[in-house]
């Protein structure tokens, strides 16, 4: 499993630079526009030259509208910004044909410019709060329009998480059915060391965080540290051990 740390700032960035060895991507974002807002153009160029070379680097659209112009634009600066993974958090888009379309649009653009890049097609577990597409869809939507993986988080950043809107066992289907069309899962929204056991048990690719890894746990008012990105890998692979090991999860 892949970990995942989303600094908001290259300052930010420089602290995961120094805890390079213990992370997989760094991923830009601005929270304060939402779960996946989007950072700006030299922001994410900046982060890009401030990590190792061998890093990669992830950038989110946005909470994007069903505006599939709009967002490809979006998607061709991120990547030429210099972005590997460029996520697209499907807001907007009530059917799946609309996130579909949106994605197609993204594909192309992201593509077109990088063919290795790698676009992640993003839902939301809550999305029965915002009104968007069924978070089930994301595989299919992913698969169908081209895209590399399928992402949960969660849309309202109000201290509710992941497993509070879907349950394990729905985030193993939706696993399941990402990489039955050869896409990675990546999962996210308030992730904790705690959910790192049924995360690891269902095959996650990729494992979002920010706030678990930002003093006072705190993904606005807090900054991230080093010594928390350390301790959350430490447990991630304590976990993946004991897995393999067949141990039951969480212990």
Same mark, same amino acid.
């Given at each position: %499993?892949?970990?995942?740390?989303?600094?908001?700032?290259?300052?930010?960035?420089?602290?995961?630079?120094?805890? /390079?060895?213990?992370?997989?991507?760094?991923? @830009?974002?601005?929270?304060?526009? #939402?779960?996946?807002?989007?950072?700006?153009?030299?922001?994410?160029?900046?982060?890009?030259?401030?990590? +190792?070379?061998?890093?990669?680097?992830?950038?989110? @659209?946005?909470? &994007?509208?069903?505006? +599939?112009?709009?967002?490809?634009?979006?998607?061709?600066?991120?990547?030429?910004?210099? !972005?590997?993974?460029?996520?697209?958090?499907?807001?907007?888009? *009530?059917?799946?044909?609309?996130?579909?379309?949106? %994605?197609?649009?993204?594909?192309? !653009?992201?593509?077109?410019?990088?063919?290795?890049?790698?676009? &992640?097609?993003?839902?939301?577990?809550?999305?029965?709060? @915002?009104?968007?597409? $069924?978070?089930?869809?994301?595989?299919?939507?992913? /698969?169908?329009?081209?895209?590399?993986?399928? %992402?949960?988080?969660?849309?309202?950043?109000?201290?509710?998480?992941?497993?509070?809107?879907?349950?394990?066992?729905?985030?193993?289907?939706?696993?399941?059915?990402?990489?039955?069309?050869?896409?990675?899962?990546?999962?996210? #929204?308030?992730?904790?060391?705690?959910?790192?056991?049924?995360?690891?048990?269902?095959? *996650?690719?990729? &494992?979002?965080?920010?706030?678990?890894?930002?003093?006072?746990?705190?993904? $606005?008012?807090?900054?991230?540290?080093?010594?928390?990105?350390?301790?959350?890998?430490?447990? %991630?692979?304590?976990?993946?051990?004991?897995? !393999?090991? #067949? &141990? +039951?999860?969480?212990?």
């Amino acid at each position: %499993m892949l970990l995942l740390i989303s600094p908001d700032s290259v300052e930010e960035a420089l602290d995961c630079a120094k805890a /390079a060895e213990h992370l997989d991507i760094v991923d @830009v974002k601005k929270p304060d526009e #939402g779960s996946l807002g989007a950072n700006f153009p030299w922001v994410i160029r900046e982060i890009r030259d401030a990590i +190792p070379a061998d890093t990669p680097v992830s950038a989110t @659209v946005g909470d &994007v509208p069903y505006k +599939p112009g709009t967002v490809a634009q979006a998607a061709l600066g991120a990547v030429v910004s210099g !972005a590997t993974y460029i996520k697209v958090g499907l807001y907007g888009c *009530t059917t799946p044909d609309q996130g579909i379309e949106v %994605m197609r649009a993204v594909v192309r !653009a992201v593509k077109d410019h990088r063919s290795e890049a790698l676009v &992640v097609a993003s839902g939301y577990a809550d999305a029965h709060r @915002v009104g968007c597409v $069924n978070p089930l869809a994301l595989p299919d939507i992913a /698969a169908r329009s081209g895209a590399d993986a399928a %992402m949960l988080d969660t849309a309202v950043k109000d201290g509710s998480r992941l497993f509070d809107h879907v349950s394990p066992d729905v985030c193993a289907e939706f696993v399941r059915s990402a990489h039955a069309r050869g896409l990675l899962a990546a999962l996210a #929204g308030s992730v904790r060391q705690s959910d790192l056991a049924p995360l690891t048990g269902i095959g *996650t690719d990729i &494992v979002g965080v920010r706030g678990a890894v930002c003093e006072g746990g705190d993904r $606005n008012a807090g900054r991230i540290q080093p010594h928390l990105v350390a301790a959350f890998r430490a447990e %991630m692979d304590r976990q993946a051990r004991a897995h !393999a090991a #067949g &141990v +039951p999860a969480g212990n």
